[in-house]
């Protein structure tokens, strides 16, 4: 084994020679530099390799030949190995990343470089607490020096401000380990160790001021304005190195100190790290500067990982691998992304936006912003979900909540980046990044990608999900150079290769929503050969998206359904921004899908605490806590359907995507919160809490959701607003229906699910079609497009007989079935406003034939064409299976009344052969009775004959002109002023404007800015002098000192 | 099922006439309140043949040469999934199809049809027409459902053959009685979907004189008016059958719905007319608030 | 103001309320800990150094040393850096007065020589490589004072300074290789305790230190020196 | 209270770092909070010396005479604090002259040695 000491000699031997070289020798001096940090690098290594296959064991090494405590020692174990990798490979980079500096300075700062990187190891392998003061100092002091390589006054600032600091903190930490010597006369921490069961109050403040050091220098609110100034004014390369490599030491030093602590102290560390992760990421709310940003960010990352480290008295020794998780991915994310930082010119949020031209680049950025908001497959999701579930094991509530605000404000800003990123008006069309910069993230990416891979190990909940979909994601990503086509067959295959092994397994509740999900992809997937080009990016997001609906269905244990939903979320998310104008949106939907993300897991941790159980069973339960279980859970799935209140994000994420994911998006994508509904209220039943059923709440919101839904559509102008305006009206009915908690409102979901499914997929493809060609989404700007467009007309003319459940289409199943459930249920109230808010979808669905369709045919119209073959084709398959089912109803609502039948034994409907012979059967419910057969024979017969009579009775019928109308003796020649559409329903909403006031987006726009104020008002503290700094830090150090005062 | 459609076809061919000479009547009742003679009553034939000879008929499109026979399809329709006399084969009509959920769903087929035949026509009243209607009719429909609902809960049954059933027995059996709420507020309910006023305002762009029916003519007229016969009358059976104890014969059958149909009739002459958002606003008013009693009352005292 | 100032007063208060528990808690003790009593007895045998705190310092803590030097270098080349652009312009006139410039003529030879003795003997007397090499940075000041526009050869302090600095290192290393760990000063015979060649490498280790602090503190000195000149 | 050598020393320790302390808080001047901190930079190693004292006892010096190798563990103080605080005393220097550097590179920028005008960065 290289003893550890090498590091030391190579790196202070090294950096002593080179305080000799001048600007002649700068090339020679980078070399050695960067040779000695591939020596470190390679000693790292080297040490891993042994201790993994055991060629050598974890061993303590002596210097000056003395035993301790008489002499300094240092430990090499695995940990130490490991973190001294991390440290030299982000050196090894750095130097690289710097040399043009390096060689363009008359000074060699690469030694000072050097010599603080063995300083950083150093303090990895040390087992003398003054030896790490020693340490501690060689690293301010060298930051104090490289944080001069932006040579400006406000790094100058920065840096003096950074130094007063730290001086403060070496102060403390220097009392701490002479008063820990005087009480224990040892200054080895394992001797010390073994003392501590005995210590004198003494002691006790000695650990308390060399914990408190290490916890100011690793930045807590508010004690952290020095740091934050660094990550600004320093170059970006710095940044990494502080937030990378000092942090990853320094908490790595704490967690080696830390054991000498009482549990107050880890209590204390545990508290000061969730406040700095809430507040620091709170602040990052209002942030411009990139740097500053990643700044907040880092802070906030650190902070939550003192938080794990503090709760090892409580969770025992795992919190080590669930702080390793964050922290690596903090380590790599971060440091990643200063690096990017430093290859993009300008100081705003919007430069970045230069990144997307260059496609291997933006994957990167990716990468890092979903690892930082601990999306799968990163090494932070699966920390994230073991340190809630540990934490809701222990009852630590609040801690959950504050970790979890926090991470949800984290993600704010880092989407709201990602989103500017990705669509903001960027001027340079160059992507202006050296290759040489970007290899450092590019590798600390994969590294992302491969620690995620590791982490998986280290899971506590078994883990047997079936990850296949996920290789389609790999392997589009790998194709993604090839024509659109292609993918899109090649996608297709691989969803019909899968279904055809796969959905036969399934069963139930699982059967049906794999076969919409899958259905719903071959049939969206159709319309995307009508696309030409390469569609970059497109496929393997559609990939993702699929794969994460399917493994949801397939998931049987909590973690499984997390991951898959995750991988949803994360999916949709990136096919939502695709579209032109979808940024904001994009980000309101990922906001409002990473909070109920975020009350899904906590809900997940809290069962899981209660049962001890790993599958989804874990959610049947009897437990004072159900009902907050039940709650956090529904929220979470109500985001996803978005119920009325959290529905903000619907129209604008649906309406504003591509024309072929708005029917995923709406068609498929909500089905899942629909799915996690009825895994949920299957396992949990009705709840209630102080005697209030929760079901009866839910639905009035279902309810509300559909009415107010359906109000809204009505008021659109958007056809594509309207059709989603719809949709949140639709999954109302269906919330409304689950809630009933029968049989029959069982079916109306389910059936309505499935019917949602297949008028959305319909209805969006076809205004898709309509956009194809017309370019708009006005509706008022079209009119008359029956005689262009005749296919699509007859597409939207069944939608909306079928939507608006006139019989004798299927639609009039949910009608039936609600009024009948309703009434079994007794809910006569809200089965009034759902015959209201049935009514008012007339209104809508109206609205969208005849604005468009109807009326009068605008000039700019008058050559546009049929849309295309492979825009129809699944629209027609879908109206293939709505006259199916219409004219047999049984087909469908038989087969889910058996399979609910096992749920809800009573109250189903029973099935009677009628007197026509094929297998038409009459439905009969407790109430009335249906038989669908016959009402399409009857409908089609007196229309048939009537028609006849029609044809009959008419002599020369014959069509006219545009403008052959009857006008008060004039003959209108302008379409625009002859077509009524604008402001359709203008006495409507004079009637009811006051339901259709928008309270929820107030409501969130108000909760909004209250955020953002509370930030804005937070990060006064930071007013920039250093002096204030300092007062903060001591506020803080008396602060912790007076609260842990109460007996250490 | 062969008679069955003989017997359909019979009850339409009855009921049509009914409804012409109804139709004559009513409009003779509007000319004598307004101090006029008014016409024949037997005019609506005349109507008829006259729009039947006209030898040319033109058409704007395929939606618009559909658009009425959507309507009267609608208004056969709802009166053939009805049991228009109770007990008697040749009234029972299809009324196995589906229970009232049906009918109350089927009224809208036509409404539905109409509007986008109206509406290919391109002329801009059509369209204004159309949404008064529609916006009309949702705020119509709470009342109604309510009362429905009432009705639903109190014989514990959706199906019309059965609530006529429990009606039997005596005047003092029928809904009217049992729950005079529900009748109420299905009876404000009714003058909304009749077309009379003071909710008419639906009709006024034809009355300028165009509209909906004014831009059809010939035999679209035909059916139009085939359907202003047969769809009011499709109605009062409806409300015959929830509330005044159903017809056992035909002739009582044809009373109740007379009567029925000069409630709206009554309203209509005596009272000037009403805007869109007034109409609805009024109906979200004093007919739901009587609807919810209506049901609290079946609810609560009948349960 | 007011509120900044109360505000400061309640933080040194409170520290002091802080400060004042660590003097309660704290009783003299009336006897060496296990270590201070190891080290006091064995030191002689073990290390060979008269003066024991050289012994801890040099070769006990001999890492802690190390460090210590390393802090100077860093800050010698650190203030090197900050101040680099420093001195183009020169100032007019020199202003020192003929008593310091004669002062210095006597005192700076002496002083060096002084310096030279106290690191040379750390291991026998109170001094070291530290007091030594800060006498030396004295009397490099004072030669600085009486001539601020004399150039001082940084080269030379540089070159000195790496050069003992990786010397240093090549001890240490050579106790890791030779004898019983890193910086073992038993690379050389420990000799007769209270001899000048005794203690092993220590006399060889605090020259170096000696030599290493005295051109650091002087390169400081003197990067200071021509920024001032700058700025004056 | 009984006030002994080493308490005096101790609460004479502890007094500095309070005034550097306090100077560190209130003064404007960047040379002057440098100075205040080495003040307090002073206190502190004063402190920790004081602590090591031991009454009635010597330094841990060979000088053949009064201390011999014999005796050395009866007469001499503990060594160690001694050691600690000459590593902390170089190091406290090293900051300091940092410091300085610093401050003579930010009165180049803005001709001023005032902490108030260096608060550029913030929020």
């Known amino acids: 084994m290289v003893s550890p000491f090498y590091i030391l000699i190579v790196g202070l031997g090294l950096g002593f020679l080179l305080g000799m070289t001048g600007k002649k020798q700068a090339a020679l001096t980078n070399m050695l530099t960067l040779f000695a940090m591939a020596f470190f690098t390679g000693v790292s290594l080297h040490w891993i390799q042994g201790l993994y296959t055991g060629a050598f064991q974890p061993s303590m090494v002596f210097s000056a030949g003395f035993k301790p405590p008489f002499s300094i020692s240092l430990f090499l174990g695995m940990h130490e190995a490991v973190i001294s990798l991390m440290i030299n490979v982000l050196g090894l980079i750095s130097v690289w990343y710097f040399r043009e500096f390096l060689l363009r300075d008359s000074k060699p700062l690469g030694a000072v470089l050097l010599v603080m990187f063995m300083g950083l190891n150093m303090l990895v392998f040390t087992r003398d607490l003054f030896n790490i003061f020693v340490f501690l100092e060689i690293t301010a002091i060298s930051m104090s020096g490289i944080i001069l390589m932006n040579d400006n006054h406000h790094a100058h600032a920065a840096g003096f401000k950074y130094l007063l600091a730290s001086s403060l903190i070496s102060a403390f930490y220097l009392l701490g380990a002479v008063l820990i010597y005087f009480s224990t006369g040892s200054l080895y921490l394992d001797d010390i160790l073994t003392m501590k069961s005995a210590f004198a109050p003494m002691a006790l403040i000695a650990v308390f001021l060399m914990v408190i050091a290490i916890v100011i220098e690793l930045k807590p609110f508010p004690a952290n304005g020095w740091a934050l100034d660094v990550y600004e004014a320093a170059h970006p390369g710095i940044g990494a190195i502080v937030s990378g490599a000092v942090t990853t030491t320094m908490l790595f030093l704490l967690n080696k100190i830390l054991v000498l602590g009482s549990d107050k102290i880890y209590l204390l560390t545990a508290s000061v790290g969730a406040l700095t992760f809430l507040f620091s990421n709170w602040m990052g709310l209002q942030q411009k500067n990139p740097n500053r940003l990643l700044g907040y960010s880092s802070i906030g990352q650190v902070g939550l990982v003192l938080a794990i480290l503090g709760m090892k008295p409580v969770l025992g020794d795992g919190v080590e691998m669930i702080g390793f998780g ?11 992304l200063f690096w990017l930082s430093g290859t993009v010119k300008g100081s705003s949020l919007e430069s970045w936006a230069i990144l997307r031209n260059n496609p291997v680049i933006l994957t990167i950025f990716g990468i890092f912003v979903f690892a930082l908001s601990a999306f799968p497959p990163f090494p932070s999701f699966y920390a994230k979900w073991e340190l809630i579930i540990g934490l809701s094991g222990t009852g630590n509530y609040l801690l959950i909540a504050l970790i979890l605000l926090g991470s949800l404000f984290e993600v704010i800003y880092l989407f709201r980046w990602f989103g500017i990123v990705v669509k903001a008006e960027s001027e340079e069309s160059d992507s202006g990044i050296e290759w040489g910069k970007a290899a450092g993230p590019a590798l600390f990416a994969l590294a992302l990608l491969a620690g995620g891979y590791f982490a998986r190990n280290y899971l506590s909940a078994p883990d047997m999900m079936n990850f296949i979909p996920l290789v389609a994601v790999v392997v589009l990503w790998v194709l993604d150079f090839m024509p659109a086509w292609a993918k899109n067959t090649l996608l297709l ?32 997937l159709l319309y995307g050969y009508s696309e030409k080009g390469k569609r970059p990016g497109f496929y393997p997001l559609t990939a993702m998206m699929f794969a994460g609906l399917i493994m949801l269905v397939e998931a049987t244990t909590l973690f499984g359904f997390f991951f898959a939903w995750e991988v949803m979320t994360a999916g949709s998310y990136f096919l939502i921004l695709r579209g032109k104008k979808s940024q904001p949106h994009a980000l309101s939907y990922m906001l409002f899908s990473f909070g109920g993300a975020l009350l899904i897991l906590a809900g997940f941790a809290m069962a899981h605490a209660v049962t001890g159980l790993w599958t989804l069973d874990a959610l049947v339960m009897d437990s004072p806590l159900s009902p907050v279980i039940f709650i956090m859970l529904t929220l979470g799935f109500l985001t996803k359907t978005a119920a009325i209140g959290l529905h903000i994000w619907l129209p604008g994420a649906h309406s504003e995507a591509e024309a072929d ?3 995923m998006v709406s068609g498929i994508l909500l089905k899942a919160g629909v799915y996690g509904l009825i895994v949920l209220f299957m396992r949990m039943g009705t709840q209630y809490i102080g005697g209030v059923d929760l079901m009866v709440i839910l639905s009035w919101v279902g309810i509300l959701s559909a009415l107010i839904g359906n109000l809204m559509a009505a008021m659109q102008e958007d056809m594509k607003r309207l059709l989603a305006y719809s949709s949140v009206g639709q999954l109302g009915y269906i919330l409304f229906g689950l809630s009933m908690m029968s049989n029959l409102g069982w079916l109306l979901a389910i059936s309505g699910a499935i019917m949602h499914f297949l008028y959305k997929t319909m209805l969006f493809q076809a205004v898709g079609g309509v956009y194809s ?16 467009m005749p296919m699509t007309f007859i597409v939207v003319l069944i939608g909306i007989i079928a939507l608006s459940g006139v019989p004798p289409l299927s639609g009039f199943a949910g009608k039936w079935l609600s009024f009948n459930a309703v009434l079994q249920k007794e809910y006569y109230l809200q089965g009034a406003l759902a015959v209201l808010a049935g009514a008012v979808a007339f209104l809508y669905l109206f609205r969208l034939i005849h604005a468009p369709f109807l009326g009068q045919l605008k000039d700019n119209l008058r050559k546009v064409k049929e849309a295309s073959l492979w825009i129809l084709l699944p629209q027609y398959l879908v109206i293939a299976v709505i006259m199916a089912v219409s004219t047999v109803p049984g087909l469908l609502l038989e087969r889910i009344g058996k399979l609910l039948a096992k749920t809800f034994p009573d109250g189903g409907l029973l099935w009677v052969d009628s007197k026509i012979p094929f297998g038409a059967r009459t439905a009969i419910s407790e109430y009335g009775y249906w038989n669908g057969t016959y009402v399409m024979l009857v409908t089609i017969g007196i229309f048939g004959i009537l028609l006849i009579v029609q044809l009959l009775m008419q002599r020369n019928n014959k069509k006219v002109g545009q403008f052959n109308i009857v006008y008060s003796g004039e003959r209108p020649s302008t379409p625009e002023t002859t077509h009524h559409a604008y402001n359709f329903y203008a006495h409507y909403s004079k009637a009811l404007g006051f339901l259709m006031v928008p309270l929820a987006e107030r409501f969130w726009t108000w909760i909004s800015e209250r955020v953002h104020d509370i930030a804005h008002q937070l990060r006064q503290l930071y007013n920039g002098n250093g002096q204030v700094y300092l007062m903060h830090i001591m506020f803080f150090f008396l602060v912790c000192y007076f609260l842990i005062n109460g007996g250490f | 099922m062969g008679e069955k459609i003989v017997y359909a076809i019979i009850a339409v061919f009855i009921m049509l006439n009914y409804g012409f000479l109804v139709n004559g009547v009513i409009r003779r009742i509007y000319a004598r309140v307004g101090r006029r003679i008014g016409v024949p009553i037997y ?32 208004g056969i329709g709802l009166f053939l999934f009805m049991p228009a006399v109770y007990g008697l084969a040749l009234f029972t009509n299809f009324s196995f199809s589906g229970d009232l959920l049906l009918l109350l769903s089927f009224q809208f087929f036509g409404t539905l049809g109409m509007a986008l035949g109206a509406s290919e ?11 008064r209607g529609l916006a009309q009719m949702t705020a119509v429909e709470v009342p109604f459902i309510l009362a429905i609902m009432a009705v639903a809960i109190q014989y514990d049954s959706l199906s019309l053959t059965e609530i006529i059933a429990q009606q039997q027995g005596g005047f003092l059996n029928w809904t009217l009685f049992t729950n005079p709420l529900a009748t109420a507020a299905a009876l404000l309910a009714m003058l909304g979907a009749m077309m009379r006023a003071p909710f008419d305002v639906v009709l006024a762009p034809q009355e300028i004189p165009i509209g909906p029916p004014t831009e059809y003519h010939s035999n679209y007229m035909v059916f139009l008016q085939s359907n202003r016969a047969i769809f009011p009358l499709a109605k009062s059976i409806l409300f015959m059958n929830l509330f005044f104890g159903g017809a056992t014969t035909i002739v009582m059958m044809l009373v109740k719905t007379f009567i029925l149909l000069m409630w709206p009739v009554l309203v209509g002459v005596s009272f000037p007319r009403f805007r869109v958002e007034q109409s609805i606003r009024w109906f979200l008013r004093v007919p739901m608030i009587i609807g919810l009693l209506g049901i609290a009352y079946v609810h609560f005292f009948l349960k | 103001m007011k509120i900044k100032n109360s505000l400061v007063i309640l933080l040194v208060m409170a520290f002091g309320v802080f400060l004042f528990q660590v003097y309660k808690q704290h009783q003299t003790q009336g006897s060496l800990n296990k270590t201070a009593a190891y080290y006091n007895t064995n030191t002689p045998d073990e290390v060979g150094a008269s003066n024991v705190v050289t012994a801890i310092v040099v070769t006990y803590r001999g890492l802690d040393t190390l460090g210590e030097v390393t802090v100077l270098f860093l800050t010698a080349m650190i203030v090197g850096y900050i101040l680099r652009h420093g001195g183009k312009e020169k100032p007019m006139k020199n202003n020192t007065s003929e008593i310091l410039i004669t002062a210095a003529n006597v005192l700076i030879p002496g002083s060096i020589i002084l310096g030279v003795y106290v690191f040379i003997n750390g291991h026998l007397t109170p001094g070291g490589g530290f007091q030594g090499g800060a006498i030396i940075g004295t009397a490099i000041t004072l030669m600085i004072l009486a001539d601020p526009l004399g150039s001082v050869k940084k080269a030379v302090l540089h070159i000195t300074e790496s050069l003992s600095g990786f010397t240093y290192i090549l001890i240490g290393l050579a106790g890791l290789l030779f004898a019983g760990g890193f910086l073992d000063n038993r690379i050389l015979p420990l000799g007769n305790l209270g001899n000048l060649l005794s203690a092993g490498a220590i006399p060889l280790i605090y020259s170096l230190i000696g030599l290493k602090v005295g051109t650091e503190l002087s390169s400081i000195i003197a990067s200071i020196n021509e920024t001032g000149n700058k700025t004056a | 209270m009984n006030l002994t050598i080493d308490k005096i020393a101790l609460l004479l320790g502890m007094s500095l770092m309070l005034i550097g302390l306090w100077g560190g808080f209130t003064q404007k001047n960047l040379l002057k909070i440098i100075l205040s901190f080495s003040i307090f930079d002073t206190g502190l190693n004063i402190l920790i010396v004081a602590l090591g004292y031991l009454p009635g006892r010597t330094a841990p010096i060979i000088d053949g005479s009064a201390v011999t190798p014999e005796n050395l563990a009866l007469v001499a103080i503990d060594p160690v604090p001694q050691a600690l605080v000459l590593t902390a005393i170089v190091i406290g220097f090293g900051t300091t002259a940092l410091l300085l550097a610093y401050a003579l590179k930010l009165n180049q920028h803005k001709k001023s040695l005032d902490i108030n005008q260096f608060t550029d960065l913030k929020w």
């Open chain 2, 121 to 131: 026509s391109g002329h801009p009243n059509s369209a204004i027409g159309v949404t």
């Open chain 1, 773 to 788: 060609r017309t370019h708009d989404r006005m509706m008022y700007r079209m009119g008359g497009l029956i005689f262009r």
């Open chain 1, 661 to 663: 994911v708005s029917p």
């Open chain 1, 326 to 336: 964050v922290l690596l991915t903090h380590f790599l994310a971060k440091a990643g």
């Open chain 2, 43 to 74: 005019q609506m034939y005349i109507d008829l043949f006259k729009s039947w000879g006209l030898r040319t008929n033109i058409r704007h499109g395929t939606m618009f040469y559909l658009g009425p026979i959507f309507r009267l399809t609608g």
């Open chain 1, 493 to 524: 295959a691989m969803v019909g290769i899968y279904s055809w092994f796969y959905l036969p397994q399934y069963s139930d509740y699982q059967l049906i929503f794999g076969i919409i999900f899958m259905a719903g992809a071959v049939l969206t």
